[in-house]
């Protein structure tokens, strides 16, 4: 059998299990390397250095949500019950990430604090999501803004005790689901024409 | 002269004096019984413990602005501007104690890490005062709210990162004034009836 191709792809795969077993602060390339069988060299000619791969997989790990959400953020139907739901699968997410394997969330929350860059792409691109939904809304008249964007950002920050990690360990309290409900209908109520 | 009489008052002075100075780590009750030329057992006698007096001075902290704020929730005129004064009141205090000194806030950060249960007594009184703002409003019709409480909660939380001291980095940042102007709309006009 021939041996498998090195993608991206793989080499990211094989990062993540490298820091979920080693930690932040230990895991190199070399050790990416022996997981996937291949010499270090092999892996810079995909990422030109370790800071690049760690950049590489906080990426993909901040991303791994955004196809779900976007196509929310691109359905049909009515702007305000979108943005509930949009915000509500965000959410969701988060708590899948944060409880479903607590070791790797705090191996990302080290990366997430090394890479601030990729970190505000990440903010940017869901502003971005929360915007098309408010302009849909604008479009439609089932709600008012003068400037999506802003709008967005404000609807963002509003909602940060349940998307912000730095709240992470409060999303298993009890209780969280009635703030988050409060919450969400404040702003939404605050989004009507 | 007579020495000035030992007050719980210039205990706490002193301990925060002592805390700028050693660090949160450091500091011992035998350097604060130190600064105030008294032995450390008088000192005990107002504080019961090292850990109740640092209790105390994070409390002392956290309370600072509560005098203001409370003038404010309990005021007169139409409730939502008095809510965005009380808002607004807030997180200038909250950059106040932020951008002034930063390493006594620093020092800060790490009691209030130790004293959940002071931060959490801070943060009833903090909604109490919002709900009192919101219960006037209801009462003379200019906004809505089915539980002040638990509609000064979701303003507490929507607000977060104009208060929440995990943000403190932020609250110099350029466009942070528009940031909050745009929560602080968006919050209000979710309490229009």
Not at 5 to 25: H, K, M, Q, S
Not at 58 to 74: G, K, M, P
Not at 108 to 134: C, D, F, K, P, W
Not at 157 to 186: K, Q
Request: proline content about 5%.
């Amino acid at each position: 059998m021939p041996p498998e191709t090195l993608t991206p792809a793989r080499i990211l795969e094989a990062t993540e299990d490298v820091l979920r077993r080693y930690g932040p602060a230990k895991a190199t390339v070399v050790d990416v390397a022996r997981a996937l069988g291949v010499s270090h060299g092999s892996v810079y000619r995909h990422f030109g250095s370790k800071a690049a791969l760690r950049e590489a997989v906080t990426q993909r790990w901040l991303d791994r949500s955004h196809t779900e959400l976007s196509a929310v953020a691109d359905g049909d139907g009515p702007a305000l019950p979108r943005l509930k739901e949009w915000l509500t699968a965000l959410f969701a997410a988060k708590r899948h990430k944060a409880g479903d394997d607590p070791e790797l969330f705090a191996t990302y929350m080290v990366l997430v604090g090394e890479n601030s860059g990729v970190v505000e792409q990440h903010v940017e691109t869901m502003i971005g999501q929360l915007a098309r939904i408010i302009e849909s809304g604008v479009a439609s008249g089932d709600l008012t803004s003068a400037n999506a964007t802003a709008t967005a950002r404000a609807v963002w920050d509003a909602t940060n005790r349940f998307h912000d990690p730095a709240y992470a360990a409060e999303w298993s309290r009890p209780g969280i689901d009635e703030a988050f409900e409060a919450v969400c209908e404040l702003v939404t109520r605050g989004l009507r024409p």
